[in-house]
């Protein structure tokens, strides 16, 4: 019986891995955006166009724009990639599949599980995103926080946790920013998607774990980004989300373990 539901499982994560077959087009689309072309030339709204909305302007578009990309789609032309959406789809349906599968030997039929399985998608679908345009749509990050709260509710005993968590990592990236930005003074040296990630998955997992989750981002984002400026020869722009993502996934299956281990280390 427990073969037939880890095949289930790993079917699972092929099917909802079907939705990255958009992840080229709004990759495309956001970078699209960031161009800051004005004037679409492929409908009749012209200047007004809802896909011509630059990145860097405040509005709910720039926001949600997943949704906005979606709505695009049904209204213009304008941001239907040259690329095709299918390609290597078979790819990111196979790691979702794995990740779900090692969650699964990890927790179990749980509630966690799906929390997390689906938790795990939105991860990996942003890390993509997030690693091509150094941006992070609102969506996932709400999406996530309503599983932070699904799982506050069904972890009632430890609520407290998971509200603390909610701010543990992502006050602390937003005293970081604020100050980097003076110093350096720019607008901000930390995106306010990765300060939203956190946060979320702080609800989701915890403060405990969501420090873990920050601190392996942080190491396996230092060793990767070392690695790519070594091989790459140059300048390479740091997208943190990836390696956030990366984090949180760590803390899902380990994280545990991890804290009881520095524990120890430290003789608590």
Known sequence: MEWLV???VLVSGAVIGIIFMQARNLIFYIQTMDKEELVCDTCEHREACIGIKPIGSSNWMTEFTYTTFL???RRCGYTVSKTSAGKHIWIWMVINSILYEILYLRYGMEIELVLYCLTTTALLYLAVVDWKTQYI????????????????CVDSEHWIQHVIGLFAVSVFLVLVDFVGAKLRQCDHVIGGGDIKLMAAAGLLIGWKLNIVAFMMGCICGSIIHLI?????????????????????YIAM???EQLVSWYLGIMGL
């Open 71 to 73: 709505l695009v789609k």
């Open 228 to 248: 790519i400026m070594k091989i790459g020869r140059g300048e390479h722009k740091l997208a943190f989300g990836p390696y956030l993502a990366m984090g949180i």
């Open 253 to 255: 299956i380990c994280g």
């Open 137 to 152: 749509p609102a969506e996932f990050n709400i999406l996530i926080f309503i599983f932070g709260l699904i799982n506050t």
């Open 6 to 8: 880890a095949i289930g």
